[in-house]
């Protein structure tokens, strides 16, 4: 479910301040600009995911809400779950800049077992990628919840789900940012630790 008014160059032109200037639409100052949205779209996000939570009902599941302020659109191309499935909403497939895309991933019905998934979106035309993986255990008294995100090259991604779902539940942790070079984007996130925990995560440029 998407939250969020779009943020690019015409509405960078809209409040740019004084019409005699040339508005600044760099992809910098429309990251800034997304971010500056942060919190009544978040907020309006993690309503969505909660109504979600509350139609799904009790059990394990994970709440995920991811912003962009990226500069660019971010459009899925990759999903695969460990333990459980998406819930009655779909991955969003189009995340505009300035847009939070809510979502809830829930445990498989009579089963004993967690919920464990990824998503990744390319970013734009650049080739980047970013990547959510998380681990909800069924049991949390025998493993905490875990998560990770990347933001990978042109290339570096190769969709084996494997390879992630086994570095999150090895390195994955409650927090975390990624800011690694050489790609020019931020990746912040946290997690709880409860049944059904709140999966937070922000892209935006460095």
Known sequence: MISGAVVNAQLAAAVGGDPSQQPDTSPQALSSLGL?????????????????????????????????????????????????????????????????SAVLHVKTSGAATGSTGMVAYN?????????????????????DVKAKVYVQTPGQFTGDSDFYFRDTDERGSSAGEYTDQPTPYRAQWSIGNETSPHLRVIVSLR
């Open 36 to 100: 500056n949205q942060l919190g009544l779209v978040e907020t309006d996000a993690i309503k969505n995911a909660n109504t979600l939570k509350q139609a799904f009902g009790s059990g394990v599941s994970t709440l995920i809400t991811l912003f962009n302020a990226s500069a660019d659109d971010m459009n899925i191309i990759f999903s695969a779950d460990q333990h459980g499935h998406i819930g009655s909403e779909a991955y969003d497939s189009l995340i505009r800049n300035g847009q939070a």
């Open 123 to 143: 970013i734009g035309n650049t080739g980047n990628v970013i990547l959510l993986s998380w681990s909800n255990p069924f049991n949390h008294a025998a493993s």
